[in-house]
């Protein structure tokens, strides 16, 4: 299956902007939906966005809708998570993952998962 590897966690200060991307490996990346996914130190995995395999459907969390834009360019085999005015609470380890087609909300649904990149909001 595919193979995902994310990149672009860093330190951030809070109101700055950071972009992730996943880079992916393998044939089927155009016919997967891919999802971000984040976990904080003694939270669970928390949905932050996803998209279909063509890129016309985009879920978002509520909270980051209007701030986070969730792409992907699919000759490169990379989505990317554009994130933007970051907060202190959104620092967290920041996961990429796949399905077939269709995007979802849930991380159980997502059949490939990356080792993750951590974003740190602080001054």
């Known amino acids: 299956q595919v193979q995902l590897v994310e990149s672009g966690g860093g330190l951030v200060q809070p109101g700055g902007s950071l972009t992730l991307s996943c880079a992916t490996s393998?044939?089927?990346?155009?016919?997967?939906?891919m999802g971000w996914f984040r976990q904080a130190p003694g939270k669970g995995r928390e949905f932050v966005a996803a998209?279909?395999?063509?890129?016309?459907?985009?879920y978002y969390k509520s909270s980051v809708r209007g701030r986070f834009t969730i792409s992907r360019d699919n000759a490169k085999k990379t989505a990317y998570l554009q994130m933007h005015n970051l907060e202190f609470e959104e620092t967290a380890k920041y996961y990429c993952?796949?399905?077939?087609?269709?995007?979802?909300?849930?991380?159980?649904?997502?059949?490939?998962w990356g080792q993750g990149t951590q974003v740190t909001v602080s001054y």
């Open positions: 998209i279909s395999g063509n890129g016309a459907v985009t």
């Open positions: 393998g044939d089927t990346f155009s016919t997967s939906a």
């Open positions: 993952a796949a399905r077939p087609y269709v995007p979802a909300r849930t991380a159980y649904e997502f059949d490939a």
